[in-house]
């Protein structure tokens, strides 16, 4: 094959198709496909090269000759087109399908179903296993963001591991010893996992401890376990739903739970034994306002498999309220758990609530990274250029993204990788002051991670940050705060927050130092 570069550009044109979410556009013949999703999230950011394996993608088809467009019919996991560009495979589910463009583009059926069932295969271990070791030694030979390795002899690290291969017994072990050999980098986002484990033996079973989103502490005394805490809905997360909170339910904190399926459920005996539920299983709980079964009300729940979301929440509440208090309601606080479009939400939302407070806390501890926190500090970067006045009404700020610029940012060892990158950021750009410990220390990051032959991840530390001074930021050091404080282990049993209320103490004093000043509505006259 031989492309004619010259001029390129000049014969591509656009085709006359509706705008949309479109990736992994294939040349057929005389027709094109391409996938189509109905959202543009963070998911697909790293989906551009190759789908991730979700039924989400419906295959959109343009035939040059007739100049028409299609829509296959359902959802797909991924498609590909044969070298003479004539045939259709497409992968829906466990199901693979294969067709022409043409039969495709006319019935807009992904085709015939491929029996899968009679088919089998010999698989040499040693040989995969080697495959798969060579791949990924290469993979970081060739993405690694330091061409030189950090001068480490690669070929003679990648001879030393590959030597373990013959005395492997598990693919598990493999990925063992492909980790010790990209470990050695000392570098963050060194991330091998998964493949093919065999087949499983056991069959999992269907089930599980339940939760009540609720603390129970013993009343020894009375020898009844009392409901301390029920975690449900807040005035912050309105929608989320709770096993004993529901405006149905005469169910309070200081209650009792004194049987379980009619079980007196007494101290020291173990209420999660009574909780071995199925997916949807309720259980019948009897509550009531004293010690005792006498004059208890029983209820119909539906315990969770996991409560961190409802006690997070709760977490949240606490601390925007306590926030609020502490200021006089003049400081507003939020908690970004991630930098990506569940982070982007909450800080939206928050920022919408409390920008034109007189302060500002944000809060990154424990964030798990992402790539998002340049929409962060666009926000926070922004001034205000002139106020709005609407008769009858107080002027409001112009643009309406606008804050006065007394920000706090709260961050702890477990803020990581672009939530680092944040911090680093704003302390760049002078927005405000760092309050906590210094950072997780990894912002070597990744993009596009590699699949394995048997459908292993291997991930290579391909992208590195260095700032306006010529220096690497972060990597295995950390994001330093400007004002060093740490919750040691006997303020956190004594349910004290220090770095928060330092956080607090500094906030007040910016809305002290730089209070919001402009110019009161002018007087009105004839230009």
């Not at 069932?117 to 296993?129: A, D, F, I, R």
């Not at 005469?250 to 049987?259: P, T």
């Not at 004059?295 to 997070?312: A, S």
Request: net charge neutral; aromatic share 12%.
């Amino acid at each position: 094959m031989q492309i004619d570069i010259d001029g390129l550009q000049k014969r591509t044109y656009p085709l006359p198709v509706p705008a949309g979410n479109y990736f992994h556009l294939k040349a057929g013949k005389g027709k094109v496909a391409w996938c189509a999703v109905d959202h543009f999230t963070e998911a697909e950011y790293e989906e551009i090269f190759k789908p991730g394996g979700a039924s989400k993608w419906q295959v959109m088809m343009y035939d040059m000759t007739s100049k028409k467009d299609t829509v296959l019919e359902g959802r797909i996991r991924d498609f590909d087109v044969t070298p003479n560009g004539e045939q259709l495979i497409i992968r829906k589910e466990n199901d693979v399908y294969v067709t022409s463009f043409e039969k495709a583009f006319s019935s807009k059926s992904a085709g015939e179903k491929i029996g899968l069932g009679g088919m089998v295969y010999t698989l040499n271990y040693l040989q995969e296993w080697n495959q798969i070791f060579n791949d990924c030694w290469r993979w970081y030979r060739d993405f690694f963001y330091d061409a030189n390795m950090y001068g480490h002899d690669w070929k003679a690290i990648g001879e030393k591991y590959r030597a373990y291969i013959p005395g492997l017994s598990s693919r598990e072990e493999l990925n063992w010893v492909m980790q010790q050999m990209v470990g050695g980098l000392s570098v963050s986002h060194t991330y091998i996992s998964g493949g093919d484990g065999g087949a499983t033996l056991s069959t999992p079973s269907v089930l599980y401890t339940g939760w009540l989103g609720a603390d129970l502490v013993a009343d020894k005394k009375a020898g009844y376990y009392k409901i301390d805490k029920i975690y449900g809905p807040t005035e912050y997360n309105a929608s989320l739903s709770s096993p004993l909170s529901r405006p149905d339910y005469d169910i309070q904190e200081g209650n009792y739970l004194v049987a379980i399926n009619g079980a007196e459920l007494k101290f020291p005996d173990d209420y999660n034994k009574y909780l071995q539920v199925s997916s949807g299983q309720k259980v019948n709980v009897t509550i009531n306002t004293k010690p005792g079964m006498h004059g208890g009300k029983t209820y119909d729940v539906e315990p969770i498999l996991n409560d961190n979301n409802l006690r997070y929440s709760r977490w949240l509440a606490d601390n925007i309220n306590k926030v609020l208090k502490a200021t006089d309601g003049k400081v507003g606080y939020m908690h970004i758990t991630a930098m990506g479009g569940g982070g982007i939400g909450e800080f939206d939302k928050f920022w919408r609530a409390f920008r034109y407070k007189e302060a500002m806390i944000i809060d990154v501890r424990r964030n798990s990274g992402g790539w998002t926190e340049y929409f962060l500090i666009d926000k926070l970067e922004r001034k205000v250029t002139a106020q709005s006045a609407l008769r009858g009404m107080v002027p409001f700020r112009y643009p309406g993204s606008t804050s006065n610029g007394n920000y706090v940012v709260l961050s702890n060892e477990n803020n990581g990788s672009d939530g680092e990158a944040f911090v680093e950021e704003f302390k760049s750009r002078r927005l405000g002051t760092v309050v906590g410990v210094t950072s997780w220390g990894g912002l070597v990051g990744i993009q596009n991670g590699q699949t394995t032959i048997d459908g292993g991840k291997v991930e290579q530390s391909n992208t590195g940050f260095y700032g306006a001074g010529g220096n690497w930021l972060v990597e295995n050091h950390g994001a330093d705060p400007d004002i060093w404080i740490d919750n040691d282990p006997a303020s956190v049993m004594a349910g004290k927050d220090l770095q928060l209320e330092k956080a607090i103490e500094v906030a007040l004093r910016k809305v002290a130092e730089n209070p919001f000043k402009f110019p009161p509505v002018p007087p009105y006259k004839k230009p």
